[in-house]
């Protein structure tokens, strides 16, 4: 029995993965976190008796073998770091960590032998779309990244596309965008070593992304599409397991499936 514990639990993410640790067997809720966090905010929720529930970092007190984190990316940090310094094995599935921030967070997790994974995304299908974006852009260099979320996403771009971004520009090397005078300021995107990501939010929309590649005469686009938040949770129902035994901490979902 893995044990577990939801840091964000009050969060979409936060309650889907709840329903997820409850329905499973092999894992056991034991607790959960999310600052400001009193009992009027239990009601409904799944929490059993014996689940801690935690309103405040520094009051965590747990026997959990791993930290599921789906919480804001100005906490991911602090909270991955909590985790590893207190033995627990992190699954971070929250975005907005820093290339430099998951690098000192794979140093700690080395020196403390506490590995776990940080994924941008726990969906299967965008797991495969990076895969193909980074085999496509070998033979069809020029790409341009559309990722279109729900309007309450904190931050932009989605970190997916950042991943999809990085490996695309691992496969083709830096290249430039084409160069064209804004006469709308930010039109043409956010430029991550020469790949434009555009990033829409609109009501009615959970997580999308469409990679465009053009070549002469020719075209290829990848798409993928969560509609729903259940979507992310076969990627963490595999990356609990995994984490719980690690001793490194690894990036992306790709490298344990
Ligand atoms: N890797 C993946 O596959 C996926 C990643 N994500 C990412 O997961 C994160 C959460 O997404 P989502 O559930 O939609 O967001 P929500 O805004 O619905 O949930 C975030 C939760 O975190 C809580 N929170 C706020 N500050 C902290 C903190 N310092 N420590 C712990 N918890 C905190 C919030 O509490 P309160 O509301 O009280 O402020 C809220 O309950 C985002 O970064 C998102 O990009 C989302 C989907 C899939
Ligand atoms: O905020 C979301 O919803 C999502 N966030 C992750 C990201 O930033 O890529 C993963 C997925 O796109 C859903």
Redesign the pocket.
Known sequence: MIKVLV????????QKTVQMVNDNEAFELVGA?????DTAHLQGMQLSDNVKVFGK?SDIQTDADVWID???????Y??TRFAIEHGIHPVV????LSEEQVKQLQQLAAEKQIGGII?????IS?VLLMKFAKEAAKYMPDAEIIEMHHE????AP??TALSTAQMISEARGDRKAPAAEETLKGVRGGDFHGVKIHSVRLPGYV?HEQVLFGSKGEALTIRQDSFD?AS?MS?VKIAVPYAAKATQLIFGLENIL
């Open positions: 840091a964000g639990f009050r969060g979409s993410m936060g976190y999310n600052p400001g966090v970092l789906f919480t804001v990316p100005a906490a991911a602090e909270n599935g929250t975005s907005g994924a941008p995304n726990f969906g965008a309450d996403k904190l931050d989605s970190g997580a938040r992310f990627g």
